[in-house]
Structure formats: C-alpha cells, structure tokens
C-alpha cells in the first residue's frame, strides 16, 4: 500500500481570523489532550478565554496544560475521567466549588473513543456509549449551574457536541440497550468485526440526538439563554484511529474502516472548523447541526440540514437519565 500524502490545512487559519475576541470568557473542553480537543483549546485560549482542560489524570494531560501555559495562554485543568460516573460527579463539585462566580460560557464534549471491544465500564456501560455520550449527558446536568450563571453574567452560554460521519455507518436507529448496563453483552469480537464499529455508530448517534433533545428541553425554561450545538469532523486524522482497537476477530475489517477513512482524512486543524465554529462563532441559531461538505466530506464546516427523530430523541433523553441516574436534570 502506497505511503499516504500528509494532507495540508486549507480552511482552519483563515476560519479563526473571522472570530471575536473571547476575553472574560471560560471554554471547558474534555478530550484536549491532543487533535482537535486541542487544536480548539488552543484557538480559545489565544482569542482570550480561560481554558479549562477536562482530562483523565495522566502525565500526558500535564503535557498538554504545559504545552497552553508555556505559550502564555490562562489553562487550568479538572481531572474528569469518562469512564467513570464518580469521576465525572467529582469534576462536577471541583468545576462547581471553582467557577460559580463566574461561570462557563462554553462546554464542549468533545472527547470520545473508537472501535474498542466489547467491554464494561465499571458502572457497568459499553466503554464506548459511556465515554462518548452517558458521561457527557451526566457532566452536562453537572455544569448546567454553571452555564446558566454565565448566560447571566454575559448573555448567552453554550453546548457543544461532537458527533461523526458514523453516527450513520452503519445506518441504524438508536437502540435502547446500547444505552443500558449491557456492556460485555452486546456483541462479540469475531468474524467479521462488525459489532465494535456499531457501538461506535450508536455512541455517536447519540451525541447527535442528545443535542436535539437538549435544546427542546432547554427551550421550555423559562428565560433560558443556553444554546446547544452539534458538530462532527469529517474524514479527520486526528489521532483517534491510532487508538483503535484491533484485538480480537477479524482484524481485515478494522484495518479496512481504518483505510478508508485515513486516504481522504484532512488534517486536525480543518476537522476543527466545525466544533469552533460551534465554540466562537456569533449569532449561530441553538440547534445547529455543522459538518463538511457532503459531497467531499471535508471542511469548511457548514449547517446541515436537521436530522431529526422525535422517537429516538426521547429514547436517548429517558435511557440517558436512567443510566446516569438522575430523576431531573436541571438543578
């Protein structure tokens, strides 16, 4: 197989230069250890934000708060590991106890993991439902006071998601058990491989629909001033399918999904348009879905049509408070 042309940023550097400033404004990003997480703390924190990196404790989130802070840019990070809900809850109080005067204007779920086996968290989840969405679900319930008292101070805050061209690939409607305590259960490793790339689908299926259903339900508040987004990549080499599990089965698939991705894949900063967008841009309406091109998959990011399943919304919302267990989840 032919070596693979490095791809070259075209849209990212020109994209950010239409920005505001973000001074006096705090961004929280899980996931920002590396790709786009990082390219986005990174652009926050040079247009004036506090950045607040929500990592799993580890040598190589210390890298990446030093890589902001030695660039002179205001970083702090809150340990939150996302396969765990005690971890999450405890990043809550930390982010609760150290910004409830000021606030968070933006929370961006980021973070995410792909094609792993089949295997459970300790609360009992698919590792990759938990991480990608259940977790974010719960840390959102738990920034929510936070969001709310930035909107007050300066007017709005925000939500932001992060989807994927697989959230249709393949093309299956959200099923509740994938969001239930069946991890371990919900299919194996073998010929042909397929079962971990539906879980994947299904996670980020969820990250979509969580966004619809969020902003209904955020909408019926009185006065609300939150706005939620959604955004997915495109074909980005971001790192992610370096992480990618192989073990077990039939690896060929793996590889191939891999492949396939990776010979049209554009670079990280490109495959950041549409989250920073959602992130910086002024005057985006609540509910917007961005993504690339659909013909060419790749960036600028633009606003795309409406996905929306009014069954699988409220799916996601009741299976999701369940899981995480919450009986409301506004404070």
């Not at 993991?113 to 259940?134: C, S, V, W, Y």
Request: include cysteine.
């Amino acid at each position: 197989m032919a070596a693979r042309t490095p791809p070259v940023t075209k849209h990212y550097t020109e994209l950010v230069k239409g920005f505001p400033s973000m001074a006096g404004k705090t961004v929280m990003i899980t996931g920002s250890t590396s790709g786009m997480g990082m390219v986005l703390a990174k652009t926050c924190g040079e247009l004036g934000a506090k950045v607040v990196m929500l990592n799993r404790a580890s040598e190589r989130a210390n890298k990446a708060l030093k890589a902001l802070t030695d660039k002179g840019l205001d970083a702090t990070l809150v340990a939150c590991d996302l396969s765990s809900f005690a971890s999450v809850r405890a990043a809550g109080e930390a982010l609760r106890a150290q910004f409830g005067e000021t606030g968070c204007d933006v929370l961006c779920n980021n973070a995410g993991i792909m094609g792993t086996p089949d295997r459970a968290t300790k609360d009992g989840f698919d590792e990759q439902m938990q991480a990608n969405h259940l977790s974010h679900f719960l840390l959102t319930h738990e920034v929510w006071p936070l969001l709310e008292k930035a909107a007050e101070l300066r007017g709005e805050a925000r939500v932001v998601n992060h989807s994927s061209g697989a959230r249709n690939r393949p093309n299956k409607p959200l099923m509740a058990k994938y969001l239930q305590a069946n991890g371990g259960n919900l299919g194996g490793d073998g010929f042909p491989g397929m079962d971990k790339w539906v879980r994947y689908q299904q996670s980020k299926l969820a990250n979509l629909m969580f966004t619809y259903a969020l902003d209904d339900h955020a909408r019926e508040r009185e006065g609300n001033r939150i706005k939620i987004y959604c955004a997915h990549p495109g074909a980005t080499d971001s790192g992610l399918q370096g992480k990618t599990k192989t073990a077990g089965g039939d690896r060929w698939l793996d590889r191939y999904v891999l492949w396939s991705t990776l010979k049209i894949a554009q670079t990280v900063e490109d495959g950041t348009c549409g989250l920073a967008r959602c992130c910086c841009e002024q005057d985006l309406p609540s509910g917007s879905f961005l993504g690339p091109d659909a013909k060419t998959k790749l960036a600028p990011a633009l606003l795309l049509p409406p996905e929306r399943n009014s069954s699988a919304e409220k799916l996601l919302w009741d299976e999701s408070m369940k899981a995480v267990g919450l009986s409301t989840f506004f404070h």
